[in-house]
């Protein structure tokens, strides 16, 4: 395997950001590179612990880093590359130094590989995870392990029929177990589950089903069963125990995926602990050495460490203490026993080569120890490692490398103790220190991981919290609210929420910010796709991306600036956030909705009631309150029921339209209703309450009835007073109106009728008032009472 630097990768002519390699421990800022790293969500801790990898190395190194999370959705891988590719679309629009992803992204191979490395052909890439031909990779190479495990089944409990249950995927741990079986001549073709034997088969039913085939099918005395997921491992141990199958007694059970239900389920299982903060701390590093133009290793791989516990039948503690034996014995040459021991240079660099990816620090713990050498005392040791363990925890929640913390004693005992060859006293206040140390870590090991879990417990009741608060809010200003007063509780400095514009697919909307726990402004701020994460990499070292996603409708993105890094934590409040936004987002358009379908139906109903042009009454409603007016008269009649029915028409208002146009005759006519208001106003009746539509709009009684005919109802005047009224139309009407221009001269004719002296009905009513408004249209510029033939005339001219 050859050397492999940023040129061979990408040619010379590269257009890379390069840095000049760098002694990175000499205090200089390298916090112009900022990285990505494009991973998975998932409910174990594992991406956890390799997130923190990555957070490690890049504070190491002063580099930015933003993590981003695809769903992933079981049974449709449609949906999940819908969310990646959105997902995919954002990163490459940012202002990123490198990229790092997970090598087991569902889908991500063939042609959608292809564009995934086209797409970022301008930045270096890491793959993190698996072990890949065209990428820089670091991996956990499983074949040690597995091999020791495997041996340990077959020499220690004496398994012959061992059954591997392959992964979705078949990979090198397929073959791994066929050639150790083969070597032990103990392979059969039933002893492998494969995934052809789920077929059709639901995930929760993939384990009863395995049982059934072992079991009932292939009737197959199976001593082991070698099992890959965290997630079937569940499964596996009720559904045997609700079948009265023991473990370890009838069949031994191990796992390859190491987890927190590993540690904690009954039994515990004996596992091989993938070494996932490693892979995401050399990942990171290998990419930040790529762009100091640093010479790497094309691909590196990380040893596994097999966890011995008891669901393979072990008494864990005996076989941890045989294997650090045999493992870390070494030969010293034992120079003269005196009370200064240099164990920082003696011995760091061996403890350091044993455990080269734990944050313990070994220089402050050796420093400690030494310290307890020269004053006699057995304290300061054990306190550093409290300190220590205390610190990694509180930043690291889902940190797994507490089991450690005995096999490092163990190696520190068997690196020290040659030089203790001789006895004496400095050996007995050794072993004495030694024996103290082991009991009081391990009695603080077992509190701190109290800790952290009482931690996280605190933070998922803190989650269910605003959880509830967040379900029952269907207001955006409210669901921002509930962030704002939440987001301490759970330990988050500072989150950002961006919202896709409807109108370009390309901007997106902040609609919240809350940055170092306090809330930024509240308006909706559009920025560009490309310029999102670039201001918040430079206030933040460390970010989280997770998808705004409910269903299939992807509409933003969140952004969190994380305190404990547990991604789980993140992936929770994020789908949360997702649902209340979603359903905010539904109720608020719903309400709009309302509103405008409101708005809809109340301009309708004003269309319907109203002039378009001149916003009086029309003609629909001047039947309708004209009615209502005699109905109600005619049940009423020892009222004062008297009205007068006025109807108006403009004398050769069409030579108006053909001289001037039909503009400028709506101009006229708007111009002349608006003196009818004013006229009309004292002395018109005042529709009820009861016959409105809505309390909108004029009450007054004046009608538009089209083209350039109006009506009015006037109430509780004399008829000399109607008389006064109809003369000051005339005279209003016949004035010189300027319009656009245009000196334009019109008059009017009036015709009225009585309520009741003329009619009893609206339909008479109208046609009297018509017939009077006709007879005056022959005299024009004058107003005449309807007056039966035989009626003296009472005509009034100017």
Avoid at 185 to 207: C, K, Q, T, V, W
Avoid at 208 to 217: A, F, T
Avoid at 413 to 437: C, T, V
Wanted: glycine share 4%.
């Amino acid at each position: 395997m050859g050397i492999v630097y940023l040129r061979d990768l990408f040619g010379e002519g590269c257009r890379f950001r390069i840095w000049h390699r760098r002694k990175w421990r000499t205090g200089y800022s390298m916090n112009d590179i900022k990285l990505g790293f494009l991973a998975i969500e998932d409910e174990t801790e594992n991406q956890s612990q390799m997130l923190n990898g990555v957070f490690e190395a890049a504070e190491k190194y002063d580099a930015h880093v933003i993590r981003f999370a695809a769903t992933e959705y079981p049974g449709n891988p449609d949906k999940f590359q819908s969310e990646l590719q959105n997902l995919i679309h954002i990163i490459e629009t940012q202002d990123l130094d490198g990229l790092l992803f997970l090598g087991w992204l569902p889908g991500l191979c063939g042609k959608q590989l292809d564009d995934f490395l086209a797409k970022f052909s301008r930045m270096p890439l890491v793959c993190l995870g698996a072990k890949h031909s065209r990428v820089p990779s670091v991996y956990a190479d499983p074949r040690k392990c597995l091999t020791e495990l495997m041996d340990h089944l077959i020499h220690d409990h004496g398994c012959r029929n061992i059954v591997f249950v392959s992964p979705d995927e078949p990979d090198e741990r397929n073959s791994i177990y066929a050639e150790e079986m083969k070597r032990y001549g103990l392979y059969r073709e039933e002893l492998e589950i494969l995934p052809a034997d789920f077929d059709g088969i639901a995930s929760e039913d993939r384990i009863p089903r395995l049982l059934d085939i072992l079991l009932k099918e292939r009737r197959i005395d199976v001593d082991a069963i070698l099992i890959m997921t965290d997630k079937d491992a569940q499964i596996l141990l009720p559904e045997l125990q609700r079948r009265k199958i023991r473990v370890p007694a009838d069949i031994a059970v191990v796992s390859f995926e190491d987890s927190e239900y590993a540690n904690y389920s009954l039994p515990p299982l004996t596992t091989v602990t993938y070494p996932w903060r490693q892979v995401g701390y050399q990942g990171c590093e290998k990419i930040i050495r790529l762009l100091s133009s640093e010479a790497v290793m094309p691909a590196k791989a990380i040893p596994s460490r097999l966890n011995i516990r008891n669901s393979c039948g072990c008494n864990s503690s005996k076989v941890k203490d045989a294997k650090i034996e045999r493992k870390w014995l070494h030969e010293y040459a034992h120079p003269a026993v005196n009370r200064c021991f240099d164990f920082v240079t003696a011995i760091g660099s061996d403890l350091k080569a044993g455990f080269p990816y734990t944050p313990l620090h070994f220089d402050s713990l050796l420093a400690a120890l030494e310290e307890d050498f020269y004053k006699g005392t057995t304290f300061h040791f054990p306190d550093e490692f409290e300190r220590q363990l205390l610190e990694i925890v509180m930043r690291y929640p889902s940190w797994g490398g507490i089991d450690e913390t005995d096999e490092i004693l163990f190696l520190l005992r068997n690196l020290i103790s040659p030089f203790l060859a001789d006895g004496g006293e400095a050996r007995r206040q050794f072993e004495d220190i030694l024996f103290k140390s082991m009991l009081i870590i391990k009695e603080k090991s077992v509190a701190i991981t109290g800790y952290a879990k009482i931690e996280m417990m605190n933070i998922n009741t803190g989650l269910l919290s605003v959880s509830k608060s967040l379900i029952a809010t269907f207001n955006i200003h409210e669901l921002m609210n509930v962030l704002e007063a939440n987001l301490h509780t759970l330990q988050i400095p500072s989150c950002y929420i961006f919202m896709a514009c409807a109108d370009n697919p390309e901007e997106y909307s902040l609609i919240f910010q809350y940055a170092d726990s306090v809330r930024g402004p509240q308006a909706r701020q559009r920025t560009g796709l490309q310029n999102i994460t670039k201001s918040i990499m430079e206030k933040h070292a460390y970010l989280l991306c997770q998808m705004l996603t409910v269903e299939d409708d992807t509409f933003g993105f969140i952004v969190f600036e994380p305190h404990l890094y547990d991604a789980r934590i993140y992936q929770t409040l994020a789908l949360d956030i997702s649902s209340a936004l979603k359903s905010a987002l539904l109720t608020e358009k719903l309400t709009e909705e309302i509103s405008l379908r409101e708005e809809k139906e109340k301009q309708l109903m004003h269309n319907a009631n109203y002039d378009s042009l001149t916003d009086l009454f029309n003609r629909r409603y001047f039947i309708k309150a004209l009615t209502y007016l005699v109905d109600h008269a005619s049940r009423h009649p020892d009222e004062d029921n008297r009205f007068y029915l006025v109807y108006i028409d403009f004398d050769n208002f069409k030579e108006v339209n053909d001289s001037f146009g039909h503009d400028i005759g709506d101009m006229l006519i708007v111009e002349i209703s608006n003196q009818f208001k004013k006229l009309f106003r004292r002395f018109s009746y005042h529709i009820p309450a009861e016959l409105k539509d809505s309390s909108d709009g004029m009450s007054e009684a004046i009608f538009r009835l089209g083209g350039d005919e109006f009506t009015a109802i006037v109430t509780g005047i004399s008829t000399h007073e109607i008389e006064t009224l109809a003369e000051e139309l005339v005279k209003t009407v016949s004035s010189h109106y300027l319009i656009e221009g245009h000196l334009i001269h019109i008059s009017c004719s009036i015709g009225i009728s009585i309520y009741p002296d003329h009619a009893d009905s609206a339909d008479v009513l109208i046609k009297y008032a018509d017939t009077a408004m006709y007879r005056a249209k022959t005299r024009k510029d004058s107003f005449l009472f309807y007056e039966p033939a035989e009626a003296k005339d009472r005509s009034k001219t100017r």
